[in-house]
T-cell receptor
């Protein structure tokens, strides 16, 4: 069964450093998402991406974040200058259709645990 | 502000027993409601998706209900198994101009014991 994959599974970085989190969505999916989950808290939406552009983003997704689909398979989240409060689990997800319709079921990857020291 | 509240926060039950988890939401305009299961350290996995017109949806031992008038949903788990131990998250999708904005609840942490 196709699945969303993410690398690395765990990333440790120093405050102020740039990190790139990578995701390979399910191959026939068109909509891509990033979420984060701070330890012990709920999952929070960061950004959605469709047709090579951001379709929606949350207030969390400020100028230090960017997303890119550099080729036909990868979907990346870049954090330019990491802060301690960026430490969280970051989940990538993909769907065939937007979630405003029922078929927009999202499939989540296993997550990347980012630790900023 | 769109919000999703879940109760109880945590629950311990014996294997074989049934349980019901609750979700209240204030998300507008409503599109659909999903229940996800999240194992520790893993991504959420979809259990059910319901639109406005659906009152109930089953997936094996999981049955979700939706009352769009009162903005409440429940997830009923029958004949619980040890593998059901996980966080169960209620997620509501709003109709937006963009691709997505799901609002997640904080989850109910379920532990099934022998």
């Amino acid at each position: 069964e196709p699945e969303v994959t993410q690398t690395p599974s765990h990333q440790v970085t120093q405050m102020g450093q740039e990190v790139i989190l990578r995701c390979v969505p399910i191959s026939n999916h068109l909509y891509f998402y990033w979420y984060r989950q701070i330890l012990g808290q709920k999952v929070e939406f960061l950004v959605s991406f469709y047709n090579n552009e951001i379709s929606e983003k949350s207030e969390i997704f400020d100028d230090q974040f960017s997303v890119e689909r550099p080729d036909g398979s990868n979907f990346t989240l870049k954090i330019r200058s990491t802060k301690l409060e960026d430490s969280a689990m970051y989940f990538c997800a993909s769907s065939e259709a937007p979630p405003r319709i029922k078929l927009g079921e999202q499939y989540f990857g296993p997550g990347t645990r980012l630790t900023v020291t | 502000k769109n919000q999703v509240e879940q109760s109880p926060q945590s629950l311990i039950i014996l294997e074989g027993k049934n349980c019901t988890l609750q979700c209240n939401y204030t998300v507008s305009p409503f599109s659909n409601l999903r229940w996800y299961k999240q194992d520790t350290g893993r991504g959420p996995v979809s259990l059910t998706i319901m639109t406005f017109s659906e009152n109930t949806k089953s997936n094996g031992r999981y049955t979700a209900t939706l009352d769009a008038d009162t903005k409440q949903s429940s997830l009923h788990i029958t004949a619980s198994q040890l593998s059901d131990s996980a966080s169960y998250i209620c997620v509501v999708s709003a109709v937006t101009g963009g691709g997505n904005k799901l609002t997640f609840g904080t989850g109910t942490q379920l532990k099934v014991e022998l």
